[in-house]
């Protein structure tokens, strides 16, 4: 199993920028894909970005469209910790930004952490 844990959240002014963080702890070995979502009031969850981990920090990266150019995420395998460095944030980037990961072996599973909430006022 493993567990992922968000911090960073918070609420900043347009054009600020703000960086997320999220801990993996347990069987982080088995982790093979971490990526961040977002969830918007009234919006389904969509994909802001991800990262492979193919025994190395920079992997493939992948971004929404949104947010190419002004995010980026990347990793830390000694920490177990994995990072979206947002900047020039917009009032539309506000929502709940959630970690997540395929981890397991044989099988892997989508893992969630709880999410932490980015407010962006204009």
């Known amino acids: 199993q493993v567990q992922l844990m968000e911090s960073g959240g918070g609420s900043v002014q347009a054009g600020e920028s703000l960086r997320l963080s999220c801990a993996a702890s347990?069987?982080?070995?088995?982790?093979?894909?971490m990526g961040w979502y977002r969830q918007a009031p009234g919006k389904q969850r969509e994909l802001v970005a991800t990262i492979t981990r193919d025994g190395s920090l920079d992997g493939s990266l992948n971004y929404a469209d949104s947010v190419k150019g002004r995010f980026a995420i990347s990793g830390d395998n000694a920490k177990n910790t994995w990072y979206l460095q947002m900047n020039s944030l917009k009032p539309d980037d506000t929502a709940v930004y959630y970690c997540?990961?395929?981890?397991?072996?044989?099988?892997?599973?989508?893992?969630w952490g709880q999410g932490t909430l980015v407010t962006v006022s204009s």
């Open positions: 347990g069987r982080v070995f088995t982790i093979k894909l």
């Open positions: 997540n990961a395929e981890a397991g072996w044989p099988i892997a599973v989508e893992v």
